[in-house]
């Protein structure tokens, strides 16, 4: 069957043209906004709440194998009153094997070094070097070792309270020294446990050297 004259090509570049693919059709590219930065992205309400766990890991160490995780966990979480109650547990535990009662001055001596470090680190760290044992030890040489004043500086009582737990305050708010609380302090001569625990800690320092 002949192709009618008006379909022929008239030429062989025409034909050629023909047989090539189709070239595919080329999307517009649309102009970006110049001067315009993306929006941040939304943060939950945990993150606003809580800063991120620094990223440096924690020494969790213990002389006689206390697992340290619950006591850095609610410092993390901010959760200073039953980090304060758990950190009074802890030093009994640590002298007595029970989590009961309450320490004598005597007893501070008898304080593993390495666990008293411990707690001490993760106040400070956690609290950004507001709260700690060491920053009390701090303000109790810084005034002298005069009790009266050092109990004026951290905002506690001079003379024990009925209800020791009423005495404090667990927020960030405190004054620096505040936290941990002197609760898990028995008696009632408690100029006594502040001077223990600071000779403790210098006794522990030494070690080190």
């Not at 090509?9 to 590219?29: C, E």
């Not at 009925?162 to 404090?168: D, I, V």
């Amino acid at each position: 069957i002949e192709t009618p004259l008006e379909r022929r090509y008239r030429s062989a570049k025409a034909m050629l043209q023909d047989l090539q693919p189709p070239k595919p059709k080329s999307q517009p590219v649309k102009p970006r906004p110049q001067g315009k930065l993306a929006p941040p992205p939304k943060r939950s309400l945990l993150e606003t709440l809580f800063r991120p766990v620094p990223k440096t890991p924690d020494r969790l160490i213990s002389e006689i194998g206390v697992d340290y995780t619950e006591l850095r966990n609610l410092l993390v979480k901010r959760k200073w009153k039953e980090a304060d109650r758990l950190t009074h547990q802890l030093l009994c535990f640590l002298v007595r094997r029970s989590t009961a009662g309450y320490l004598a001055y005597r007893e501070i001596d008898k304080l593993p070094c390495e666990d008293l470090r411990t707690i001490d680190r993760l106040w400070v760290k956690y609290s950004n070097r507001k709260f700690g044992f060491s920053v009390q030890r701090q303000i109790y040489e810084g005034v002298d070792r005069d009790y009266p004043t050092f109990c004026d500086r951290v905002g506690w009582p001079v003379v024990k309270s009925r209800s020791p737990s009423q005495s404090f305050q667990f927020n960030l708010r405190a004054p620096f020294g505040h936290l941990p609380s002197r609760t898990w302090a028995g008696g009632l001569e408690l100029w006594r446990h502040i001077a223990a625990l600071c000779d403790k800690f210098a006794e522990c320092e030494g070690n080190l050297s």
